[in-house]
């Protein structure tokens, strides 16, 4: 079995950790996510995951809040998120690495590309976490940083709806799905794949977005191995 991209970056979203739950961590759902990534690694692809937190916090959750301190809190979600995707890679004999843009060194390692690199290239799975490290990013913008830094070939944005629409489809039964578009459109059409800022990030670096559902896992898969599914997004 072939696959398309050799170096990539899968941004799971916080929400899709909750499974069923809502809040949380749903650990078959995680489970089931990591057999996945186990799968892609054995095919030969060098991977690195980037986590939202969202299903622990938002940093726009604190009404009235301090926006920075809202968004650091956010960051700490997305911390416990990686801790138990590396817990459950670990449990399947899969080497991963946490790195985290704000040290806390007795938990992880600190963000270094170079060394981030160098477990890719020896077959570790690496996890981000801390997004940027800056308050006022989205997870979605380190996900477009890491994988402009690390030179990967796409970004494998997994979601809760399986592709790109025109509206909501499920609010408007005759949404129209995209097959491909143009990082252009996107913006210009604010068709909320990912924040602008992450998305004129990928534009400009030149780093195609592959957007599928996650409600079946095996799609991560099927997304490396290039299978016609959900919405690709390029120059």
């Known amino acids: 079995m072939s696959i398309k991209y050799k170096r ?8 899709a950790l909750a499974g069923e739950n809502g809040f949380g961590l749903n650990f078959p759902t995680i489970d089931s996510i990591c057999e996945q990534v186990k799968k892609c690694v054995k095919l030969g692809a060098e991977v690195a995951i ?22 650091h809190m956010g960051m700490l979600a997305t911390v416990i998120n990686s801790l138990a995707l590396a817990d459950s890679l670990e449990s399947k004999d899969v ?53 402009a830094e690390i030179d990967a ?11 790109v629409y025109d509206s909501d489809p499920n609010v ?26 992450a998305a004129s990030l990928c534009m400009d670096n030149d780093i195609p977005i592959l957007v599928f559902g996650l409600d079946h896992p095996e799609n991560i898969v099927k997304a490396l191995q290039g299978e016609n599914l959900g919405t690709v997004i390029h120059n």
Request: aromatic share 6%; net charge positive.
């Open 8 to 15: 990539v970056i899968l941004k799971i979203s916080g929400e």
């Open 153 to 163: 070939d796409v970004i494998l944005l997994a979601k809760k709806v399986d592709a």
């Open 172 to 197: 408007n039964p005759n949404a129209v799905k995209y097959d491909e578009l143009e990082f252009m459109r996107v913006l210009n059409e604010r068709l909320g794949v990912m924040d602008s800022t």
């Open 50 to 71: 980037v986590v939202g937190g969202g299903n622990f916090w938002r940093g726009r959750s604190g009404e009235g809040m301090d926006r920075t301190r809202a968004d």
């Open 95 to 147: 080497p991963t690495r946490v790195q985290t843009a704000i040290e806390m060194r007795q938990i992880a390692e600190p963000y270094i590309r170079g060394k981030a690199v160098r477990h890719l290239e020896k077959g570790r799975v690496v996890i981000f976490a801390c997004g940027s490290g800056n308050p006022f990013f989205s997870t979605d913008t380190a996900a477009a940083l890491r994988a």
